[in-house]
């Protein structure tokens, strides 16, 4: 996918969270009893955020999502960052969340160094996906952290 235009690069991230999804989900036949249960919130999760994402790309005004990014994006292809494939296969739930919190943070960085490059409403709209996705990293780990403390 080339992503040309703020609208390319959120249909990119909602991609990436559904790719997040079934990664997990593959992973899960190979999971013990609480990586399983860990799996199973954070599958939910991912399919959660690329429905909120989608909510961005059709909600936000057409002048930002016709930003052109490809400036920035030939310079910093998230391309580079192939959607995930986690290799959850006897990690256990402290190892599974490091490698989300990995996977996050290059979606993250993306619209964090954007952010430097866009202007007005798309520069809002970037704003609000980037609080978006640290947000729901914060909250994927404190939910993390609570299974393990039961």
Do not use: C
């Amino acid at each position: 996918m080339s992503n040309k235009t703020l609208h390319d690069l959120i249909m990119w991230t909602e991609e990436f969270h559904l790719g997040m999804s079934r990664s997990l989900q593959m992973g899960s036949v190979h999971a013990g009893e609480r990586e399983r249960l860990l799996l199973e919130y954070l599958i939910g999760h991912e399919q959660e955020l690329a429905q909120l994402v989608n909510r961005y790309g059709e909600n936000a005004r057409a002048t930002a999502l016709n930003t052109w990014v490809s400036a920035y994006t030939e310079q910093y292809p998230p391309e580079k960052y192939s959607l995930p494939v986690l290799d959850i296969k006897g990690k256990d739930t402290a190892a599974i969340m490091a490698d989300v919190q990995q996977q996050h943070d290059r979606v993250i960085n993306i619209y964090r160094h954007l952010k430097d490059f866009v202007e007005s409403s798309a520069n809002e709209l970037v704003s609000d996906l980037l609080q978006l996705e640290t947000r729901e990293m914060l909250r994927i780990s404190q939910s993390a952290n609570r299974l393990e403390d039961i």
